[in-house]
């Protein structure tokens, strides 16, 4: 079972000052701000459920970031000991509080696909038994799926594969 404490997080002076200086700056993107909030009430003490309330944020949420922390924790403090810059730890740090990279949503349409589309757009219309002189967008679209390259398109779409 679980142990019910949240995770201690200490910061070194140097570390503080610079997750201090993130929530001051007005470029900072307010995501990367609310995490270094986390943090920092974290190392003031407060548990994962006054953290949530005082940030509006999920309990969850807290602990994913109490716990992203603290699992680096012991790098960066070594790195500090090493006489890491400024810069490099502060990249560290951003680093630690950044989102996860995300497989995000999958082609639809092959490599392949692609390539017999452009093929296709660079062919002549009239040559292909279109009375037009260029293609359009929405002609390109028939004859796409006429020639069963793929089962449906947009005209946006084929728009983008040429552009």
Request: glycine content about 4%; some cysteine.
């Amino acid at each position: 079972m679980p142990d019910p404490r949240p995770l201690r997080i200490k910061l070194s002076q140097q570390q503080r000052t610079l997750l201090e200086q993130v929530v001051r700056r007005y470029s900072s993107p307010q995501g990367l701000v609310q995490r270094v909030m986390v943090v920092l009430l974290a190392a003031e003490g407060m548990n994962n459920s006054q953290i949530a309330q005082q940030l509006q944020l999920a309990r969850n949420t807290v602990r994913r970031w109490r716990q992203r922390w603290s699992a680096a924790a012991n790098h960066m403090i070594s790195m500090e000991g090493e006489g890491i810059s400024d810069k490099q730890l502060l990249q560290m740090m951003i680093a630690v509080l950044a989102d996860a990279p995300r497989s995000g949503t999958p082609a639809t349409f092959t490599t392949e696909q692609v390539v017999q589309i452009v093929a296709l757009a660079c062919e002549s219309p009239p040559r292909v038994g279109h009375p037009v002189s260029h293609w359009t967008a929405q002609e390109l679209v028939s004859e796409i799926v006429k020639r069963g390259i793929v089962e449906q398109i947009s005209p946006r779409s084929v728009g983008r594969f040429l552009k």
